[in-house]
T-cell receptor, first 112, second 116 residues
Framework: GENVEQHPSTLSVQEGDSAVIKCTYSDSASNYFPWYKQELGKRPQLIIDIRSNVGEKKDQRIAVTLNKTAKHFSLHITETQPEDSAVYFCAAVEFGNEKLTFGTGTRLTIIP | DTGVSQNPRHKITKRGQNVTFRCDPISEHNRLYWYRQTLGQGPEFLTYFQNEAQLEKSRLLSDRFSAERPKGSFSTLEIQRTEQGDSAMYLC??????????????FGPGTRLTVL
């Protein structure tokens, strides 16, 4: 089955700086890669996603890149703000399988 | 509130007792998923339904676990003879499936189970 690794497990950045979180996946059949943000005690919420036919996607301060050959994808947050502090999870989905395989999470702390 | 709802939000039980959780998906969603999340980890897939049919079960779902979605709407997850290792957050998610591209799964707030 699919295996998703995520790094780093914790990340602290100064407010206004950029944050990058990286994930690798094992199953070349995976073709959809969402990123979820989970605040303490709350449900995971989708913040951005990318499909395997696209190399990069951007939504305001958030961007995701995908390298299918290397089987890795990354989340980039620019101009970080205190409200970006949360745990971020990457995930991979294999078409036809539909279950999310999550990474282990990155706790992002924005230092004011 | 038109989002995914779960009840109860918290459940404390003694080892050996049975517990049942309920999930109400977004009304037009035909797919429903159950995940388990332990502290400091990402959610792990347990099982999912398309309408009332259970299409896949993870090997994490031992024979003490059973899930149903009898009318293709709400779902229940039952754990029999609970063990301390069952303590976790149980998350439900729903989505639409139209035979084409994958669609976003929307998560509920979860049921936090504590087994004493």
């Amino acid at each position: 089955g699919e295996n998703v690794e995520q790094h780093p497990s914790t990340l602290s950045v100064q407010e206004g700086d950029s944050a990058v979180i990286k994930c690798t996946y094992s199953d070349s059949a995976s073709n959809y890669f969402p990123w979820y943000k989970q605040e303490l005690g709350k449900r995971p919420q989708l913040i951005i996603d990318i499909r395997s036919n696209v190399g990069e996607k951007k939504d305001q301060r958030i961007a995701v890149t995908l390298n299918k050959t290397a089987k890795h994808f990354s989340l980039h947050i620019t101009e970080t703000q205190p409200e970006d502090s949360a745990v971020y999870f990457c995930a991979a989905v294999e078409f036809g399988n539909e279950k999310l395989t999550f990474g282990t999470g990155t706790r992002l702390t924005i230092i004011p | 509130d038109t989002g995914v709802s779960q009840n109860p939000r918290h459940k404390i039980t003694k080892r050996g007792q049975n517990v049942t959780f309920r999930c109400d998906p977004i009304s037009e969603h035909n797919r429903l998923y159950w995940y388990r999340q332990t502290l400091g980890q990402g959610p792990e897939f347990l099982t999912y339904f398309q309408n009332e049919a259970q299409l896949e079960k993870s090997r994490l779902l031992s024979d003490r676990f059973s899930a149903e979605r009898p009318k293709g709407s709400f779902s229940t997850l039952e754990i029999q003879r609970t063990e301390q290792g069952d303590s976790a957050m149980y998350l439900c998610a729903s989505s639409t499936w139209d035979g084409g591209y994958y669609n976003e799964q929307f998560f509920g707030p979860g049921t936090r189970l504590t087994v004493l």
